[in-house]
DNA sequence: GTATCTGCAAAACATTTGCAATTCT
DNA sequence: AGAATTGCAAATGTTTTGCAGATAC
């Protein structure tokens, strides 16, 4: 409990430092992401929330990750097509998704942009990198 | 004219070949990506298609890329979170979407599996590779 | 007291499904 | 004839918008 509190605090600073007025709504999105890192859908956030907060809305969560969007407190992921996915970790990495568990696994890339060719005369400014196959656990139970 | 029946003829093998039955709706959808190159949404194919076919319905075009999906004629793209789009060119490749001009670019990645320390233990069947940032052309314009 | 934030209801899109008519073999 | 294909209309699912009440500064 002390700790939920603690966090709560943590994280109204950190939001106010980006520019979003830290409500109780918002800590509790950020905290979701936070701390599952689960790269969950509106749906996902919603519905483990809202058992805690009874009248919370899916506007608030969708108006809530639109700003977070607009003030870079999280990355939008399209790792499925039909939904979006968002990430609070917004430094640089990849997105592995196991084909059989469905997990997302973060890994790191490298930073230069030189590594591409075609690419010498381009200014990068965002890398989106998913990965589609299958985890060392599916790999190993399946044999 | 001439060339249209010719390209139509040798779309309609390749689709054979790929185990999807050549119907006229079918291979006007493949020459479409194939001539553009854009990486469209479905509303861009329809758009253009339904002017020489005005009773071509949007259900064809999903349907009908669906299928090309299932039998691997097309890839489905994730470049906007909310709408999809789709490439004739199944072969590896990046994407470099400009966001000035918001043209879509390729580009070659290599093919090694083994560039990511954290996926030694991984299989990867399948790379999306999404970049924004400004292209040359747009780079030049803003000097 | 004025701005902002929340949440309901409705609207707006993208996509899928059910089904009847048509087309191909 | 039988199977696949097409396209309309309706349904589904995700996201946005309008607006009224509540909350924060």
């Known amino acids: 409990m002390i700790k939920l509190i603690e966090k709560s605090f943590e994280i109204g600073e950190y939001l106010k430092n980006k520019g979003v007025r830290p409500s109780e709504q918002r800590i509790r999105i950020f ?3 936070y701390i599952n890192k689960n790269h969950p859908t509106v749906d996902m956030i919603y519905r483990e929330l809202v058992q805690k907060m009874p ?3 899916k506007t608030t969560v969708y108006n809530t990750l639109n700003i977070f969007l607009k003030n870079n407190v999280v990355r939008q992921l399209a790792i499925e097509e039909n939904e979006a996915r968002y990430d609070a970790v917004i ?3 990849g997105h592995f998704k196991c084909e059989k568990c469905e997990n997302i696994y973060d890994f790191d890339i490298e930073k230069t942009n030189n590594e591409y060719e075609d690419l010498k005369k381009y ?3 965002e890398k989106y990198i998913l990965f589609k196959g299958i985890c060392p656990s ?3 139970s399946s044999k």
């Open 31 to 33: 905290e979701y992401l």
């Open 138 to 140: 599916c790999l190993k």
């Open 91 to 93: 430094e640089l990495h």
């Open 55 to 57: 009248c919370l809305s």
């Open 123 to 125: 200014e990068i400014n």
